[in-house]
């Protein structure tokens, strides 16, 4: 267990391996908005339209290598040559496009902001075409850390004090998943990750032991235990290759032999049943003397199962989290969107059926009262509303003007202050009673009214009854 | 709607921006084994220990690029710098990761055949360190996109003959979760890709047509459909941004209005109740001599709605599936590992609770009876049993000597054929009454029990009972 401390160049991953992060229709409008001038600015909304019932908030995330990538975003001559090999678009407009930059503002709210349904957490506003063109790149981005940092704050919240480390590299959903939902994870307050590419790139504690084929390579997992901690004093021994209590046996008579040489931090639990084990094996460490020997269970947990042991009182001190973390098991997407809300100065919407959206630029407001956060208006950008505004400009003019996140501790701790001050219900594991107070500003309301009314106005009376 | 068939380099994106996809542990083995002298052979095994509970079999996907990411592991400067930033290792053994290759031999299932739980997908047969620290790269790269195309062929399987376009770059898991997830998709035989980079990488055809945005940002949905129509005469018009089926009016006089001019491809409606909505349509195109244009659906799908859509009758041509295929919404991780089974020659298992494995190096033999497979046995690698073995070689001393996978068609054809052939039950979207017949030969199955007897023998009498 040890912490890097690097500094290491970012490396977007978007991007990696060449470009092109763009559904094809998002180019198409790219071509056809230019081809038509229509050059007026739009603000484009990211926001969640229902939260996954298993939620009852989520957590803002994975903004800061977003900046990144939108800002470098371009297109390569590979990318051109490509693009010329479908053939749907003319020669000038492919050739324009090596010049694509994205040159306008972003506005966001910060990373680890626990935000609600319908709250807009990222606005692009720039020429149509330009917002347009990053739709499936913004989305991809902002939803994989949101995800994963609203599911690991579950476990963390489960754990009650006690450390949780990430050890879901293998089986998360590729290995930007893995690479990102480290981030994401340490942003919602994991410990360590096991994942050397996460911790290198993020100055992220990692964390690992030793695999059951290395005790299984040994004559005997004495042998192995005695080995292993001769190169690695302070290790954690894992103990149910064969018998998890023969397991702590032998740890215990290592220890012994050792004597004050004993460095060993403590053991590994990675099957059967993690309460009554963790309750044995720390009666046994205790009565050895080893009480400063910790316990580590891990195995197929999640929020739920961390709950269930630590308020049975497991004495288990670590808990590492894999596969249901790192894919979000119980609600592994989000109804994320990037909707057009103003074009050209006016509001747009559209009003298919369950997805009507709300016009215009947007701010969102939370009160406290006390410490506690009472309520969220939705409202207008140039709307002032009480409480504090949670989305901030984030880049101008193509430039990113938010500081690069470089110390996710910081981040971390803003994450910590800004959940605990949810009210408790909002907070638990379980479904609240009472979603979180959200409110449309009487002004966002009435825009959206008329426009909604203009609108259907607009289809001809029998419109919305099928033939 | 064009096909990309340009020669892009391949970009194996476990490795990019920068090494190090993995788990601490596995190098702290790797460091251990090399300090201990073992470098006797070891054989660890992938497979998936249950299928989840919403698969009747999974399909193998992923190998081609882990074949290429497995020849270019290595350790650069900039990683070695880091991991000597965590003062674990002594330097001769950090320097010495500047030369490490990997140069085992690789056995795998091709990509596309179907398997069952605890069947060996992948072998890795090499220098116990060298194959330790494989690990993770390997299960997170087989399980993403053999969870994915396993999900994708029951998408396929619901559509019945009807086209499926993959739409789910957006809420992927990551950018490599989209992109593979392309690639696993095609090879599962989903038809096309909204995104084009991995339109360019895999050389799949690319399908998209216009976000709600586009018609937003017209003073009306008919101006805009007209403007797009002329840009892209072969274009799909979204008709549900206001209303559905004025939306579909609006193509009509657009279709009449173009005369023998209209090269219109069809609609495309994303909200509402798209059985009504796609025959109510399907009956408007038709009756104004439209009967050409294609009805694509989209918004939320998965196999199962596509199922009902399709036994219902909906006249729907094309489906257009992202989030719940792109996530495996129902089954979002695999129960997958990679277990230590040989080393220096002698079988190796764990006998840890509810997670006891089978030692040996492998072979999974299928027997088909007039073209329907029959059953499946896992052997040892050495023996012979009826049927055509499933495990190849594709890598020796390190190099790949499987052919590199340039057309997913041949994949595609390849998976499709071997699903055929499975027992009508078991290709079924429901779970199957009757699991597929997979039996351990005789010869393994006593030789786990010989180790295990061993392995027992070896625990003091009351290691399994808790003091």
């Known amino acids: 267990m040890a912490s890097g401390n690097m500094c290491l160049p970012k490396a977007p991953s978007a991007r990696e391996g060449g470009g092109l992060f763009v559904d094809l229709y998002e180019l198409a409008m790219l071509r056809a908005y230019a081809a038509l001038?229509?050059?007026?600015?739009?603000?484009?909304?990211?926001?969640?339209?229902?939260?996954?019932k298993e939620r009852n908030f989520l957590i803002a995330c994975g903004l800061d290598e977003l900046l990144d990538e939108?800002?470098?975003?371009?297109?390569?001559?590979?990318?051109?040559?490509?693009?010329?090999s479908l053939n749907l678009f003319p020669a000038d407009f492919l050739e324009g496009l090596r010049r694509f930059?994205?040159?306008?503002?972003?506005?966001?709210?910060?990373?680890?902001?626990?935000?609600?349904?319908n709250e807009p957490i990222?606005?692009?506003?720039?020429?149509?075409?330009?917002?347009?063109?990053?739709?499936?790149?913004?989305?991809?981005?902002?939803?994989?850390?949101?995800?994963?940092?609203?599911?690991?704050?579950?476990?963390?919240?489960?754990?009650?004090?006690?450390?949780?480390?990430?050890?879901?590299?293998r089986r998360a959903q590729g290995a930007d998943a893995a690479i990102g939902g480290a981030r994401a994870f340490a942003i919602a307050g994991v410990g360590q990750?096991?994942?050397?590419?996460?911790?290198?790139?993020?100055?992220?504690?990692?964390?690992?032991?030793?695999?059951?084929s290395f005790i299984e390579a040994f004559p005997s997992e004495a042998e192995a235990f005695a080995a292993f901690a001769e190169l690695y004093p302070r290790t954690v021994l894992l103990v149910d290759t064969y018998d998890a209590i023969q397991g702590v046996r032998n740890v215990i008579a290592l220890a012994q032999e050792l004597g004050s040489n004993c460095l060993l931090s403590g053991i590994r639990l990675d099957s059967g049943d993690l309460l009554s084990l963790s309750k044995t094996a720390r009666a046994m460490l205790d009565s050895a003397g080893l009480g400063h020997l910790k316990v580590v269970a891990s195995g197929g947990l999640d929020e739920m199962k961390v709950d269930a042991l630590v308020k049975a009182g497991a004495p288990i001190d670590i808990f590492g989290v894999g596969t249901d973390m790192s894919v979000s098991a119980d609600a592994p997407s989000l109804d994320i969107s990037y909707k057009l809300a103003e074009y050209a100065g006016a509001g747009r919407m559209k009003l298919s059926t369950g997805k009507m959206t709300f016009p215009g630029r947007k701010q969102v407001f939370r009160r406290e009262e006390n410490g506690v956060a009472t309520d969220d208006v939705i409202s207008l950008a140039d709307e002032r509303q009480p409480g504090a505004p949670l989305l901030t400009p984030v880049m101008r003019n193509g430039k990113r003007i938010a500081p690069r996140a470089t110390d996710l501790s910081m981040l971390r701790n803003a994450a910590a202050r800004a959940i605990a001050a949810l009210p408790p219900e909002i907070r638990a594991l379980d479904p609240t009673p009472r979603p979180f107070p959200v409110a449309i500003s009487p002004r966002l309301q009435s825009e959206a009214e008329a426009l909604r009314a203009r609108l259907i106005a607009d289809l001809p009376p029998a419109a919305s009854v099928a033939p």
């Open 122 to 169: 990222l606005e692009v506003r720039a020429p149509i075409g330009q917002a347009q063109v990053l739709e499936t790149l913004v989305l991809n981005r902002l939803s994989l850390q949101t995800l994963l940092a609203s599911k690991a704050y579950r476990v963390v919240a489960a754990a009650a004090g006690r450390q949780v480390m990430d050890f879901g590299a």
């Open 37 to 52: 001038g229509m050059e007026g600015q739009a603000t484009f909304s990211v926001f969640v339209r229902q939260l996954p």
């Open 70 to 84: 939108i800002e470098q975003f371009h297109f390569s001559s590979q990318d051109v040559a490509f693009l010329r």
């Open 193 to 212: 990750t096991s994942l050397l590419t996460a911790g290198a790139r993020y100055h992220l504690p990692v964390a690992g032991t030793m695999a059951h």
């Open 101 to 117: 930059r994205f040159a306008g503002d972003v506005f966001a709210m910060a990373e680890g902001t626990p935000f609600f349904a």
